[in-house]
């Protein structure tokens, strides 16, 4: 059974440039959540996700950002128009229920010039 | 409001002494769980423990072990005769409440940098 799935796992992005982050969840996995990690910092909340539905979204910044997680494929994380200050690592974590304990991908390093 | 305090930023000991990472947290909940993460400077987070509010218990896992004290919302880790390889940042983290029960959207402490010098 294969871990929480995060690709890429760099990503250099130019200003303005959107990226699209991506976690394929455990298998038999429902439950997505985002994390961000600032240079230096710890991880913060973004968004929790159940198929095809926004559960919580109070970490999300409310511009430029968004995340969605289909019935099918992956969950994806949208980052529109990018600034300097978006580079972070990303970080997302899949259980197969609310409590249930969390498991987590190997993180997106995004950087942006 | 929920939050994690580690109020260490940095530690440095020496091989084979036994050093203590505190946390300590805060939290309205009744039902939550306190975890420990370790990121070593490869960056991915490897998961260390998972305790449950209702279980007081200490626990112990080979050179680690926790001490879970809720009358001063803390939950300390150990690690005995530390070695190198356990040089990484160490993150407590703390759930937050959902639909009443707990869920792994979680609040992180800051991080305690540990460094294990031979």
């Known amino acids: 059974n294969a871990g929480v799935m995060q690709n890429p796992r760099h990503l250099v992005r130019r200003r303005g440039q959107e990226a699209r982050l991506r976690c394929s969840p455990m298998?038999?996995?429902?439950?997505v959540y985002w994390y961000r990690q600032l240079p230096e910092e710890g991880l913060k909340f973004m968004v929790y996700l159940q198929k095809e539905n926004i559960i919580d979204e109070s970490g999300m910044p409310k511009e430029r950002f968004s995340a969605e997680f289909p019935k099918e494929g992956p969950s994806i994380l949208r980052i529109q128009q990018v600034v300097r200050g978006d580079s972070a690592a990303y970080f997302c974590?899949?259980?197969?229920?609310?409590?249930?304990?969390?498991?987590f991908g190997q993180g997106t390093r995004l950087t942006v010039v | 409001a929920q939050k994690v305090t580690q109020a260490q930023t940095e530690i440095s000991v020496v091989e084979k002494e036994d050093v203590t990472l505190d946390c300590v947290y805060e939290t309205r909940d009744t039902t939550y769980y306190l975890f420990w993460y370790k990121q070593p400077p490869s960056g991915e987070l490897v998961f260390l423990i998972r305790?449950?509010?209702?279980?007081?218990q200490n626990e112990i896992s080979g050179r680690y072990s926790w001490n879970f004290q809720k009358s001063t919302s803390s939950f300390n880790f150990t690690i005995t005769a530390s070695q190198v390889v356990d040089s990484a940042v160490y993150f407590c983290?703390?759930?937050?409440?959902?639909?009443?029960?707990?869920?792994?959207?979680?609040?992180f402490g800051t991080g305690t940098l540990l460094a294990v010098q031979p």
């Open positions: 983290a703390l759930s937050e409440a959902l639909r009443g029960g707990a869920t792994n959207k979680l609040i």
């Open positions: 305790r449950n509010s209702f279980d007081e």
């Open positions: 298998k038999g996995h429902s439950h």
């Open positions: 974590a899949s259980s197969t229920s609310e409590g249930g304990r969390a498991f």
